[in-house]
């Protein structure tokens, strides 16, 4: 079993920045890619940005490549996603998830992702 929770969303300005944080407990043993995914309302899950817990492969949707950075500190307990250039089109809920994250051929999709975080709300205003 892995616990997931995230925090740090809030309002900010277009260009601005924020860091997310989840705070990771329990096993990741047999979850260990760990995962950014964001919502918006009508819409599915989009996966934002992934890396594993023990290397240092890491994923980007191409939406996000170049401002985003995903990280996990080096006692993995905590993953990170700073989000740089903020845009409205940033707006969202942003989950973290872990699990065996599947191929990464097209993405990565929440379906490969056992568990989850309850969400955190970013909203970018113009």
């Known amino acids: 079993q892995v616990q997931l929770e995230e925090s740090g969303g809030e309002s900010v300005q277009a260009g601005g920045s924020l860091r997310l944080s989840c705070r990771v407990s329990?096993?990741?043993?047999?979850?260990?890619?760990v995962a950014w995914f964001r919502q918006v309302p009508g819409k599915g899950r989009e996966g934002v940005a992934a890396?594993?817990?023990?290397?240092?492969?890491?994923y980007y949707h191409p939406s996000v490549k170049g401002r985003f950075t995903i990280s996990m500190d080096s006692a993995k307990t905590t993953l990170y996603l700073q989000m740089d250039d903020l845009t409205p089109e940033d707006t969202a809920v942003y989950y973290c998830?872990?699990?065996?994250?599947?191929?990464?051929?097209?993405?990565?999709?929440?379906?490969?992702?056992?568990?989850w975080g309850q969400g955190t709300q970013v909203t970018v205003s113009s």
């Open positions: 998830a872990a699990g065996h994250g599947g191929s990464w051929t097209f993405g990565i999709q929440p379906y490969d992702f056992a568990y």
């Open positions: 890396t594993y817990t023990g290397g240092t492969i890491t």
């Open positions: 329990g096993s990741t043993d047999r979850s260990n890619c």
